[in-house]
């Protein structure tokens, strides 16, 4: 099993929809982030977390929100989705002694 | 703003070519440089430089921390066919621990 898991993998959505992608980690990190890549923009962080009380607003948080049910489990909602958003989001953990990420597979999600 | 610039964006050589790929940062409270290769879907991890010119190296690739021009290069000797990806450097942030990214170089390797 990945060591940080999101669902979905691929997911298509019209305009308006609220959709959620989830992400799991068994890796036992207390740091959390969601991120999207765009072409030719990298990475850019959306939202990130130290711990279930703590969330952090990212570079580009605006129609996004989060939630962190547990330590290991870090969710991303796009409350009304709008094709802008259509992207490829990753999900990564890292800790305080370990300051590379660890990537999930992505989720490739297109708004149309 | 903490801002990361990559070039080239695109990049393309023959099979046993040498490369070398930029990178540059502007960030408040730096700790480290970090490269991956992102083939498909997730980027994997490269090598993390936090100190100034120590050379870190793993086989065919390199790559070195120059904290004085605010800078990095990522090399890689001998080029394959299966080095084709896109490069990302990112520079992570004390404190916050978070990583901005630059925008990658895609490079090709052609037989």
């Known amino acids: 099993d990945a060591d940080v898991t999101q669902t979905p993998r691929n997911r298509i959505t019209k305009t308006g929809k609220r959709i959620m992608l989830e992400c799991s980690q068994t890796?036992?990190?207390?740091?959390m982030y969601w991120y999207r890549q765009d072409p030719g923009l990298g990475l850019r962080l959306i939202y990130y977390?130290?711990?279930?009380?703590?969330?952090n607003k990212g570079e580009i948080s605006d129609g996004y929100s989060v939630s962190r049910q547990a330590q290991a489990k870090f969710s991303l909602s796009l409350e009304s989705a709008i094709p802008n958003q259509t992207a490829l989001y990753f999900c990564?953990?890292?800790?305080?002694?370990?300051?590379?990420?660890?990537f999930g597979s992505g989720t490739r999600l297109t708004v149309v | 703003e903490d801002k990361v610039v990559q070039s080239p964006l695109s990049l393309v050589v023959h099979e046993g070519d040498t490369v070398t790929l930029n990178c540059s940062y502007e960030v408040t409270n730096f700790r480290s440089l970090l490269w991956y290769k992102q083939e498909k879907k997730a980027p994997t991890f490269l090598f993390m430089l936090?100190?100034?010119?120590i050379e870190k190296k793993s086989g065919r690739l390199s790559s070195i921390l120059d904290k004085k021009e605010l800078s990095s290069i990522l090399n890689i000797t001998a080029t394959q066919t299966g080095d084709s990806a896109i490069y990302l450097c990112a520079a992570l942030i004390q404190g916050a621990q978070k990583l901005v990214f630059g925008q990658g170089t895609r490079l090709t390797i052609n037989p």
């Open positions: 977390s130290f711990d279930v009380k703590d969330i």
């Open positions: 890796k036992g990190h207390d740091r």
């Open positions: 936090t100190s100034s010119g």
């Open positions: 990564a953990t890292s800790n305080s002694s370990n300051y590379g990420y660890t």
